[in-house]
C-alpha cells in the first residue's frame, strides 16, 4: 500500500489569488490521479499524469508531475469561488490494484 | 452516456440493523469499487469487483461485503451496525488500465 501525504490539508483564500497544493510520498508511482469533490457529491477526475515531469493544464489549473514520479502539484490561478472543494490525489496503479487517496487538501476560495 | 448512481441517496438506521446499498456502474465499466468517506480517515477503500469477482479488499471487518451482478451492477452490505459506520459510502466504477475512477454521488449513511 503506497501512502500519500497531502498539503496542506485546509487552505483559505480570496478570490483571485494563487495557491499550490501538494500530494508526496515515498514511494514511486506509475501515474497519479487528481479529483476534485463538492460537498454531499462525490470526487470528479480531473487528470491522470503519468510521465515523469509531465505538466498538464486544465484551464486554470496547472498539474505536474514530479521528475522522479514520487510527487504532484496542482496549481490554481486567479482561485475562483467555484474551485471550492477538496481536493484528492491517488495513485494510479494497473486494474489489479487498489486505489488508495490522500486525505485531501480541504480548500475554500471566499468572493 | 449516463454516470454512477447510487440507492438510496440517504438512510438512517439504528445499532444493530443491517443495511444493502446499490450500486449501477458505467455502461461497459465492469469494475466497481466501494469506499467508506469520513472526516476524520478520509475516503477509505473497502473492496472491488471485477466480472462478479472480488478482485481487492480493504481493511475493514467482515460486517462489510459485497457482491456484484452479471450486469456489473454491485451492493455492499453492513451487518450489525454500529455508530462508527456513519459515513458516505461511495462507489465508484472504472475501466481501462490506469484504474480511472468514475464516482457516484453517494449514500449517506446515519446510524443512531
Known amino acids: 500500500t503506497q501512502l500519500l501525504e497531502q498539503s496542506p490539508q485546509f487552505l483559505s483564500i480570496q478570490e483571485g489569488e494563487n495557491l499550490t497544493v501538494y500530494c508526496n510520498s515515498s514511494?514511486?508511482?506509475?501515474?497519479l490521479q487528481w479529483y476534485r469533490q463538492e460537498p454531499g457529491e462525490g470526487p470528479v477526475l480531473l487528470v491522470t499524469?503519468?510521465?515523469?515531469?509531465e505538466v498538464k493544464k486544465l484551464k486554470r489549473l496547472t498539474f505536474q508531475f514530479g521528475d522522479a514520479r514520487k510527487d504532484s502539484s496542482l496549481h490554481i490561478t486567479a482561485a475562483q469561488p467555484g474551485d471550492t472543494g477538496l481536493y484528492l490525489c491517488a495513485p494510479g496503479q494497473g486494474g489489479s490494484e487498489k486505489l488508495v487517496f490522500g486525505k485531501g487538501t480541504k480548500l475554500t476560495v471566499n468572493p | 452516456k449516463a454516470g454512477v448512481t447510487q440507492t438510496p441517496r440517504y438512510l438512517i438506521k439504528t445499532r444493530g440493523q443491517q443495511v444493502t446499498l446499490s450500486c449501477s456502474p458505467i455502461?461497459?465499466?465492469?469494475?466497481v469499487s466501494w469506499y467508506q468517506q469520513t472526516p476524520g480517515q478520509g475516503l477509505q477503500f473497502l473492496f472491488e469487483y471485477f466480472s462478479e469477482t472480488q478482485r481487492n479488499k480493504g481493511n475493514f471487518p467482515g460486517r462489510f461485503s459485497g457482491r456484484q451482478f452479471s450486469n456489473s451492477r454491485s451492493e455492499m452490505n453492513v451487518s450489525t451496525l454500529e455508530l462508527g459506520d456513519s459515513a458516505l459510502y461511495l462507489c465508484?466504477?472504472?475501466?481501462?488500465?490506469?484504474?480511472?475512477?468514475?464516482f457516484g454521488p453517494g449514500t449517506r449513511l446515519t446510524v443512531l
Open positions: 465508484a466504477s472504472s475501466i481501462g488500465t490506469l484504474n480511472e475512477q468514475f
Open positions: 499524469v503519468v510521465t515523469g515531469g
Open positions: 455502461s461497459g465499466h465492469r469494475s
Open positions: 514511494s514511486v508511482f506509475s501515474s
